[in-house]
Structures are given as C-alpha cells and as structure tokens.
C-alpha cells in the first residue's frame, strides 16, 4: 500500500502537543477528510432539520409517533445484531472523561464498562481532544501508567481480563471542531474528529483484543440522524477493512423528540446498534427547549424534584426497556452522580441509600444496566444487579409488554404537583457558576456538592432559569423569577466563592466570565440551542 496523501485538513490555531504525531498521522487525518467530504453536508442538512421541527413545535405544542414509519413499528419480525460477547454483561457502566487518571481508575473500576467521554463529561479544549485519544490508544496496547504529582501515588492498569470494555461517546453532531479545518476553511464536526481518530487507530487493535469499536450516540434527535450514524459506520468499516457489524452502537435517549422514534432509531442502526440508554438532565433540558412556549403545563419544578419516578419520566423509561427487549437490545439505565464525601459518613450513608433504591428500581423494572459516576459506587449498583440477574448477562427476555405507554404520557409535565422554588433557583445559578467557570478551565466533569456535574447539568440548570423567568414564575416566598432576581443571585455567589477561596484563587480562575456567560443564556430573548456553542467561542486551548 503506497503512503497516504498529505491529508486536506490543516490543523489551525493550536500549540503543539506531546506526542500528537501518534494521534494525527496523515492516514488517520485523511480518514477523517474523507468522512468529511462525505457526511458533513448530511449533518448539515440534519440540523436545518432541527431547526424545522423546533418550530413546529412551537407552533402546535405536541408531539406524537410518526406516521411515516408505523410499519417499522408494527412488523414483529426484525431485531437489532446480537451482543458481542464483551457487551452483553453491561450491569454496571461508569463514565468519564479521558485524561490519563480517569483512563485507568475507569478501566481498573470493576465496572463492566467504560463510557470514555469526549462529550458532556469533557471541555473540548485540543489537548483534551487529542491526548483523550492518546491515552485510549496507551491503553489498548497497556502502554499507560500515571503518577499523582500532589500524593505521589502511582496508577497502572490491572490484568486485561479485569479491565472495564470500553463505549467511547464522541461529540453531538451540532458541536465542530475549530483546529481542524478543511481546505475551504470549513470547521469539521467534532463527532466526526471524535469517531474518525478513534475508529482508524483502534477498531483492528480492539478486535485483535477480543472486543471492538464502540460507541455512545449522544444528542441524537431523531431516527435520520441514526441512519446518517450507520451510514458512517458502513463507509468506516469498509476503510479501513473491519467486517460490517464490528461497530456496536448504543444510542443516548435524552432528546424528547428521540423518544418517539426509539424503535425506528434502532431500526436504522440495527446491523449496529446494541442498546438505548436513559438520560435524565439532557432529557429534561429538551423538553424545556421544545416546548418553551408551551404555556405553564411544561414549566419544571426545580430539577432535584423531578426523580425517575415522576409519572412523564416513568413513561419514558419503561416504554425504552420494552421498546429495547422488544428488538433485542440493551436498556441501559440512568446516571448515579453521587461523589462520597471523605469527611461526612452521613451524608454517604444517605446518599447510598438513594443510589441503591435508584437502582434497584432499575434492575426491578428490566433494565440491563446502569451508570455511575464514581468507582465507589460500582459495587452498590452491582449489588442491585446482582440480585436480579444473578449469572444472567442480561434480561432482555423480559418484554414487558404489560408497557403501555401514549404519545401524551411523555409529555404529561403537570402530573407533577412539585413547583418550582426560590431555593431552586438559588441552585440553578449556583451549580451554572461553579460548572462554567471549570468548563473555561478545561474540566467537563466536576464535583459539585457532592455530585459530579458535566454539561448536561448546566444545560438544565440555565434552561430552568430562562423558563421560569419567561413564565413569570411566582415562588413560594412571594417572589417573582425575573432578570434582576436571577442578576441579584448570581452577583450574590460571585461574593460568596470570591470568599470562600479566596482573593488570589479567583483572580486565577474565570469566574466573572462564568457569571456573564450563564445570566446571558440565561436572560437572552433568543434561547440558544445549547450552552456549549457559545461557551466554546470562549474556551482557550
């Protein structure tokens, strides 16, 4: 094979990396090209179409399954590709970013799989991008260790039998990727920087490992977006010459609109597709901007009231596991966030006890598996697990076809009888603060009062502040959620860290920018698609 041609993208704006050679060869920059030249104009398209089906919504307040594609629905007969035999025990996955610590806590968790994030859990600054992928390929081939500069303790990884398999989650289609440009000087989507550096470096390695390339879907909008996903899947595989099937896909249901296409999204995936999962702050966010101008029966209660157990979002995920078990995928379940305190016993002890009932609940209601954020959270959800599953990998032979779930029922958001509260406004603008300020830093995934916080939390947070001052919301202390109440606050947290860490740390940090950037997504007329679009124009590196 002769040597590939210099590649058509040129790397812009970027300071060089160690070792960013082995990442961004000119083979795997030309892949990258070509899935560019090929696909790009699709997503394009894909979010014009967005745009369209926003502003239908807008305009009729609803949503319902799609006519066009009731014959999928009906026909009993297909289903998804079996589970690889490295995906189909998924009872317990953690998540996190790809810096080199997390690589190996993550691998060495006991978790049966690692969602590797280059997405919400991860600010896409270049080094970020390219080191993530760096660490992944150290991984794979056990070249990678770590030694803690503050405690000097040092991290290697385990036997390879012991290791977590990993589901690497590339960014949303929506998001490009500004230090790789084409000829023209058009930016690449970062999902497909994401996918394509990861693709060509590893599927051949990960077969030869005895797994293969897989993959989280986020922010998937609708079931032609899935189809644009196995179209480059197909294109992939045939490049770089793995056989058709070897990509395995598990789509992220945290889209209102994705969650009435669930089987046709599978159903463009199939040859590909191994599970669905069920977010929660994404999920809540897309119902806030779909149906913002929906009146008072879509406005949330504060986000900590809105559990799994509220009536729309019971709907949600029960009618995800019989959809998933119905076509012979996965159900992956929700997110525990709960980062143990080392200092309060009591607040773990609490804590545990909802994550082992959240989980509990999942296992009990036919869900495969479920997520956590921190490596002493594993054992707890393997537990509920456990009990359920025993030596089963799965239970996807659990229908559940006593599910019957309406087109109404996703969208029932005044079952609820919680409100929205002063206190949770407060929270809002804390939490939208503090998680900017590290994005800006370069850190997706942060603890936050005992939670691990990625993107998606500051997505609900600022969407919950523009909704309930858009609502002209009245909370129970007599206040009316406006700009000047929300502006109050926020000046009020900036005091508050400016105290509590003190002068020369928040001089260092980005905390006035954070301040600026959350109230004016928050206070815009023109709520903007996502937080990350103008965070990134802000984001150095």
Same mark, same amino acid.
Request: overall charge positive.
């Given at each position: 094979m002769s040597a590939p041609a210099p590649s058509p993208l040129a790397i812009v704006d970027a300071e060089p990396l160690p070792r960013q050679e082995e990442v961004l060869t000119?083979?795997?920059?030309?892949?990258?090209?070509?899935?560019?030249? %090929?696909?790009?104009?699709?997503?394009?398209?894909?979010?014009?179409?967005?745009?369209? %089906?926003?502003?239908?919504?807008?305009?009729?307040?609803?949503?319902?399954?799609?006519?066009?594609?009731?014959?999928?629905?009906?026909?009993?007969?297909?289903?998804?590709?079996?589970?690889?035999?490295?995906?189909?025990?998924?009872?317990v996955e953690i998540t996190g970013p790809t810096d080199r610590k997390m690589t190996i806590n993550a691998l060495n968790s006991g978790a049966r799989v690692w969602l590797a994030d280059f997405e919400?859990?991860?600010?896409?600054?270049?080094?970020?991008?390219?080191?993530?992928? &760096?660490?992944l390929i150290a991984a794979y081939s056990r070249d990678i260790d770590f030694t803690d500069p503050g405690s000097g303790k040092s991290y290697a990884l385990r036997p390879d039998e012991e290791l977590a398999t990993v589901v690497m989650r590339p960014r949303g289609w929506h998001l490009d990727e500004r230090h790789l440009v084409d000829a023209a000087g058009d930016q690449v989507p970062g999902a497909l920087v994401d996918f394509g550096l990861y693709f060509f470096h590893n599927a051949q390695?990960?077969?030869?490992?005895?797994?293969?390339?897989?993959?989280?879907?986020?922010?998937?909008?609708?079931?032609l977006e899935a189809r644009l996903w196995n179209d480059v899947f197909v294109f992939a595989q045939d490049y770089v010459g793995v056989p058709q099937g070897t990509v395995r896909a598990t789509v992220l249901i945290e889209t209102i609109t994705a969650a009435y296409e669930m089987e046709e999204i599978l159903y463009e995936l199939r040859d590909h597709a191994s599970g669905l999962n069920a977010g929660r702050w994404d999920y809540l966010f897309s119902i806030v901007k779909n149906f913002r101008d929906g009146g008072p029966r879509f406005v949330l209660p504060d986000r900590n009231a809105v559990t799994m157990t509220a009536?729309?979002?019971?709907?949600?995920?029960?009618? &995800?596991?019989?959809?998933?078990?119905?076509?012979?995928?996965?159900?992956?379940?929700?997110?525990?966030?709960?980062?143990?305190? %080392? %200092?309060d016993a009591e607040v773990n002890k609490v804590a545990f006890e909802k994550v082992r009932a959240d989980k509990d609940r999942e296992a009990n209601d036919g869900f495969d598996g479920s997520w956590v954020a921190h490596p002493d959270l594993v054992p707890i959800a393997m537990e509920s697990f456990d009990r359920v599953l025993g030596d089963k990998p799965n239970q996807k032979d659990r229908l559940r076809e006593d599910v019957?779930?309406?087109?109404?029922? &996703?969208?029932?958001?005044?079952?609820?009888?919680?409100?929205?509260?002063?206190?949770?406004?407060?929270?809002?603008?804390?939490?939208?603060?503090?998680?900017?300020?590290?994005? &800006?830093?370069?850190?997706?995934?942060?603890?936050?009062?005992n939670l691990m916080e990625d993107a998606a939390t500051a997505e609900i947070s600022r969407s919950q502040i523009w909704q309930w001052i858009n609502a002209g919301v009245e909370f129970e202390n007599g206040q009316k959620a406006t700009p000047e109440l929300a502006r109050e606050i926020a000046a009020g947290e900036l005091g508050s860290i400016r105290e509590e860490i003190g002068e020369e740390a928040f001089a260092a940090g980005h905390w006035q920018e954070a301040h600026d950037l959350l109230l004016r997504v928050s206070l815009d007329e023109d709520y903007a698609d996502f937080l990350t679009l103008p965070a990134y124009e802000q984001l150095r590196g």
């Open positions: 000119d083979a795997a920059l030309a892949f990258v090209a070509e899935l560019h030249r %090929r696909f790009t104009p699709r997503r394009d398209e894909l979010l014009a179409r967005r745009a369209e %089906r926003r502003a239908e919504i807008a305009r009729t307040s609803t949503l319902d399954f799609l006519p066009e594609t009731a014959a999928i629905r009906a026909d009993d007969s297909w289903r998804v590709a079996p589970a690889p035999a490295a995906l189909n025990d998924r009872r919400d859990a991860s600010a896409p600054t270049w080094e970020n991008v390219v080191l993530g992928q &760096l660490n390695r990960l077969l030869d490992l005895g797994k293969g390339p897989y993959f989280y879907l986020p922010k998937t909008e609708s079931h009536p729309f979002m019971r709907a949600y995920t029960e009618l &995800l596991v019989r959809t998933c078990h119905k076509r012979g995928a996965h159900a992956i379940g929700g997110m525990a966030a709960f980062i143990p305190s %080392r %200092r019957h779930v309406s087109a109404a029922d &996703l969208i029932a958001v005044d079952s609820l009888e919680a409100k929205p509260t002063y206190a949770g406004l407060v929270n809002a603008v804390q939490v939208g603060i503090r998680y900017i300020e590290a994005w &800006l830093r370069g850190l997706g995934a942060v603890a936050i009062f």
